[in-house]
């Protein structure tokens, strides 16, 4: 008979830490992934800023108009 309810090796506890449970993320993957957040937030607010006051300069940086529309509706709806 097969032993369905067994529990799988990677859910057991170690004999070393026994308080410990399994982790999926570290903590420095979660400060990475929201510092990643900031700086594509702060991207799309100088995009914005750009668009607005010198809409020359996105040509400059090799973005078209509609690209730059894209990123900035990428803001909350409450920050556009």
Known sequence: MNDVF??????????????????????????STIASWREQTHFRWELKRISRDNPHLIDDIGLTRRQVEEEIAKLPFWQR
């Open 6 to 31: 067994a529990s799988a090796p990677h859910c057991t506890r170690t004999a070393a830490r026994p308080d410990a449970s399994p982790r999926r993320y570290s903590l420095a993957a979660l400060r």
